[in-house]
């Protein structure tokens, strides 16, 4: 599982639009809008490559300025789990 947060700007006056937008891309949950142009959600992804596709989703929704990762933890990413950690 891979977990991401991110800050998304929008066009002012646009944020609660856009959140409506968001809420609806599965694994993507918005957690906060501020002074209705910021905006803070997470996404959640089995790979890496996942999340990646959902964020890049984002840029076909109107109003969006930014979008910018804050974080992203890899829990059980696969990738992660076949790479040998052997340091002999």
């Not at 639009?17 to 803070?40: F, N, R």
């Not at 790479?83 to 002999?88: L, Q, R």
Request: with cysteine; glycine share 6%.
């Amino acid at each position: 599982m891979v977990i991401s947060g991110l800050y998304v700007e929008t066009i002012p006056g646009q944020a609660k639009g856009v959140a409506a937008s968001l809420d609806q891309i599965a694994g993507v949950e918005v957690h906060h809008i501020q002074d209705d142009y910021k905006i803070v959600l997470t996404i959640e992804a089995d790979t890496i490559e996942k999340s990646y596709k959902t964020a890049e989703s984002f840029n076909k929704i109107n109003g969006i300025l930014a979008i910018c990762l804050v974080y992203t933890n890899f829990e059980d990413e696969p990738f992660y789990q076949t790479v040998e950690t052997n340091h002999a």
